[in-house]
């Protein structure tokens, strides 16, 4: 089990609570605000779990643990987390479709959500962000960085495991250059995974390198919050409103590891308060649902419902949907995963115990 860090699920409620502003609110639209909230999302996953497989290495390295154990362990806790909600909301999505709701997939739409890699056909294939689970394309980013990662970081050694941060945020920058040198659509670096790669990468060198000292915290925060503005102020051409919008993700490893060092902070304990605390615990759910579920689902609603009170009750129904999901389907999961677990290692360690006798 994980030590809880006091602060990121207050971070994961401001991620997800971005996303949603930008993608129910009218007014938010122009500040790509959803943007910036799954940057955030990107950073602070990099540095969660490239910290863990960090530990797991150091375990393996002292012999208290083996690669084949922490491996099954890693995709284990993904497969248990992520697959669940996400499945389920593709197969209600293509069962809505089938009998006459909108939208009704196509066969390549199902086949990368299926598979994983709708990042990839919004990157090259198709035209149009799509409406109900657009926001499922950096799912897909995160479960392919998982992919390779966990076997990277496991193999190896702790001390060079930074080096590997270092060559893929490298990657991830010549991959971002290239494309728009070679004018390349900007989706491509947006939903690319290269260069979210990168962010992710990003958050696990400030994990493992970043000399803490706890008092930027706020002021990368704000800074972040800022940037989005900035950037619609500023009105930067395309080149340099990149730079600033995959550049600020510094901003985000420096806010987490500074987090880490001052846990007693004002912005911890703000951070910690309840309601935000409760909307990080249930982000992702939130993120899921939010797309799909919503007044628009039920066809032409009451017309007395003004367009800026639309927005406002779908993020309620969002919460609502997410908050149900999280009481009676990830965590009885999540539960039903540690169980599995215990027998598990109370099968290996029974028979041990009696051939010592």
């Known amino acids: 089990m994980t030590q809880r860090i006091a602060g990121f699920d207050g971070l994961r409620a401001i991620a997800v609570l971005m996303v949603l502003a930008e993608h129910k609110l009218p007014f938010a639209n122009k500040f790509a605000l959803g ?13 969660l779990v490239i ?6 290495r150091g375990a393996i ?12 362990r ?11 909600i996400y499945y389920l909301t593709v197969a209600l999505i293509a069962a809505y479709g089938f009998i006459g709701g909108r939208p ?6 199902i086949f990368s959500l299926l598979t994983m890699t709708s990042n990839i056909f919004q990157s090259y294939v198709w035209p149009n962000y799509p ?13 392919q960085f998982y992919l390779w990662a966990a076997i990277a970081f496991l193999l190896t050694p702790q001390i060079h495991a ?12 010549l991959f971002g250059v290239v494309s728009f040198v070679l004018g390349l659509p900007g989706r491509s670096i947006y939903t690319g995974s290269l260069t979210n790669f990168g962010l992710m990468a990003l958050g696990g060198l400030a994990r493992m390198r970043w000399k803490r000292r706890g008092r930027l915290a706020a002021p990368a925060l704000l800074l972040y919050l800022l940037c989005p503005i900035i950037e619609w102020w500023w009105a930067p051409p395309q080149g340099a409103g990149l730079l600033l919008f995959f550049g600020s993700g510094i901003l985000v490893a420096i806010l987490l590891s500074e987090i880490i060092a001052n846990q007693s902070s004002l912005l911890v304990r703000l951070l910690e308060l309840p309601p935000l605390k409760y909307v990080g615990r249930i982000s992702y759910g939130l993120y899921i649902f939010h797309g799909f579920f919503g007044l628009a689902l039920l066809g032409n609603y009451a017309p007395v419902l003004r367009q800026s009170y639309s ?38 360690v029974t028979p041990r115990a009696v051939a010592a006798e």
Do not use: M
């Open 311 to 348: 927005g406002i009750i779908d993020i309620a129904i969002s919460i609502g949907i997410a908050s149900l999901s999280w009481q009676y389907i990830e965590a009885p999961l999540l539960a039903l995963r540690d169980r599995i677990r215990t027998r598990r290692v109370r099968a290996t």
């Open 131 to 143: 409406t109900h689970f657009g926001a499922f394309w950096s799912v897909a980013i995160e479960e």
């Open 104 to 109: 009704q997939l196509r066969g390549d739409e």
């Open 162 to 173: 930074w080096k590997i941060c270092v060559f893929v945020i490298a990657i991830g920058v």
């Open 61 to 72: 390295e002292s012999g208290a643990s083996t690669f084949r154990r922490e491996i099954v």
């Open 51 to 56: 910290g863990i497989l960090h530990r797991a």
């Open 35 to 47: 943007g910036y909230g799954v940057h955030l999302f990107f950073v602070l996953s990099g540095f």
């Open 74 to 84: 890693f995709y284990e806790n993904r497969a248990f987390r992520i697959w669940p």
